[in-house]
């Protein structure tokens, strides 16, 4: 036997002090570490499975939170370091806040992750009858490939408001005894001209109609039979005529559930990565805080994919005006809070994909299994539309995650002049606060299943939790 494996050449220790390493994460963590983000994700798709919307996502959290101490925060009550507190924004977004020793005075951390992700909603008049057929007209919500949405089980979720103030929340379809709903699509034996058209074209967002059903009420002769039974139905469900349709928020989601991916069981397979897998870990880096040095804030934040706008999105002044009252009470002025202020966007990236490697740039892409992903910039067309955190809060944050053992990568989203895309990093970045993206690895972003592998998750709920600990 030689022992040539520990004779190393010049070059070969100068490398490893001088070069970035890119070995696989897994090999880089312990199987302990391992072991822990499976189990974390075990939870995880619990929550998947019960926020598919933003409302969810919502009771889910406060649910959560509650389980944890938090109470609803009341603007005329003193609180002290430790105090645990949330704010509900009409029950689309919520914050959750842990004082710190130092309050607001030294700035304040801040996670802030999205819930809503891409879908259809209904329309406003959503229900018609074609020939014998009840269907449901929908607008897309977000940025979607429109083709990846026909022929998949879909399941009605939200809410409807009724004038009397009542408002009933809907969920039919992702359990294997309620029905589903779908999208059809024509047979290839008669779509030579449909797979001649462009991808962008050969869907239309008015063919996005949804199948609801097709028998009609008591076999009268009468005309709309087939949409007088579906509107009959939904009567005797929830007491709503078709008028109430104008006062919902209803969304078609994909039914399934989330379900480990690969013979190995290392990542997961779901709707809505996008961005609950940062929403995830950011709530339970919140809850699991005891009593932090600054005040930590987490927001978890709606109308991300149709670009923020809104009460409930980050364009919005519902999160600067908490802060404010939060500074207030310290004797502080919001703006001074601001300046000293640190922000991690948790919201996720590309994962490179090997089948469309064309796309990426290799040295500056996420991988799976390689960690939290940091983006110092997103944006698109020459750094467009992006605050690109600077170097020393980038030193910060990569001295922390180095210290504490937290597996991360940086990336940048695809190729220069790829396309591009955007965070909620920018809005805040605008409120005069140090901000850059941190989140999970994400394949098949924007599809109706997306997948991410579960030490990425774990390693971006560490990273949030020791940003929170600091
Ligand atoms: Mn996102
Ligand atoms: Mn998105």
């Given at each position: 036997m030689s022992n040539k494996k520990e004779e190393k050449s010049t070059a070969a220790k100068l490398k490893e002090k001088l070069f970035r390493k890119t070995v696989s994460g897994c090999c880089k963590v312990s199987e302990d570490e391992i072991a822990k983000a499976d189990h974390f994700c075990e939870d995880y798709k619990i929550f998947l499975n019960n926020a598919k919307t933003e409302r969810e996502a919502v009771a889910y959290a406060i649910s959560a939170a509650e389980k944890k101490g938090f109470c609803e925060y009341d603007r005329n009550k003193e609180y002290k370091a430790g105090d645990r507190i949330y704010v509900n924004n009409r029950n689309q977004a919520v914050m959750l806040a842990v004082i710190g020793k130092n309050g607001t005075h030294n700035g304040v951390r801040l996670g802030i992750a999205h819930i809503d992700s891409p879908r259809l909603d209904l329309k406003p008049n959503p229900l018609y009858q074609a020939n014998d057929l009840a269907l449901f007209k929908t607008h897309y919500y977000g940025g979607i490939k429109k083709y990846q949405w026909p022929t998949i089980p879909l399941a009605l979720h939200g809410v409807i408001a009724l004038k009397d103030g009542k408002c009933i929340n809907v969920n039919i379809?992702?359990?294997?005894?309620e029905p589903c709903f779908c999208v059809t699509d024509l047979l290839p034996h008669l779509a030579n001209e449909q797979m001649s058209k462009v991808m962008t074209k050969a869907f239309d967002g008015e063919q996005l109609n949804v199948l609801v059903g097709s028998r009609p009420f008591n076999k009268d002769e009468e005309s709309e039979n087939v949409k007088l039974n579906i509107m009959n139905i939904l009567y005797e469900k929830y007491g709503i005529t078709e008028d109430d349709f104008v006062s919902a928020d209803l969304s078609m989601v994909p039914a399934d559930k989330a379900r480990d991916l690969g013979l190995d069981r290392s990542m997961i397979a779901s709707?809505?990565?996008?961005?609950k897998v940062c929403a995830y870990p950011a709530l339970c880096a919140a809850t699991d805080t005891d009593i932090p040095e600054s005040t930590i804030i987490t927001v978890l934040t709606d109308r991300e994919e149709i670009g923020s706008d809104g009460n409930t999105g980050m364009r919005s002044t519902y999160m600067a005006d908490f802060i404010e009252d939060l500074a207030k009470a310290d004797g502080e002025e919001l703006r001074h809070v601001m300046a000293k202020s640190t922000c991690l966007s948790a919201d996720v990236s590309a994962a490179y994909d090997p089948t469309y490697s064309s796309a990426f740039e290799a040295n500056n892409s996420a991988y799976i299994n390689n960690g939290a992903v940091i983006s110092k910039y997103t944006g698109s067309g020459g750094k467009y539309s992006t605050s690109d955190a600077s170097a020393e809060y980038m030193a910060k944050i990569r001295r922390l995650l180095d210290d504490k053992n937290v597996l991360f990568q940086t990336c940048e989203?695809?190729?220069?002049?790829?396309g591009g895309g955007g965070t909620i990093a920018k809005f805040v970045a605008n409120l005069n606060a140090d901000v850059v993206d941190l989140g999970v690895p994400v394949l098949s972003m924007h599809a109706p299943v997306e997948v991410v592998s579960k030490l990425d998750v774990y390693m971006t709920y560490r990273a949030l939790y020791e940003f929170y600990n600091a």
């Open positions: 379809g992702d359990n294997e005894d709707y809505g990565h996008d961005d989203l695809g190729k220069v002049d790829g």
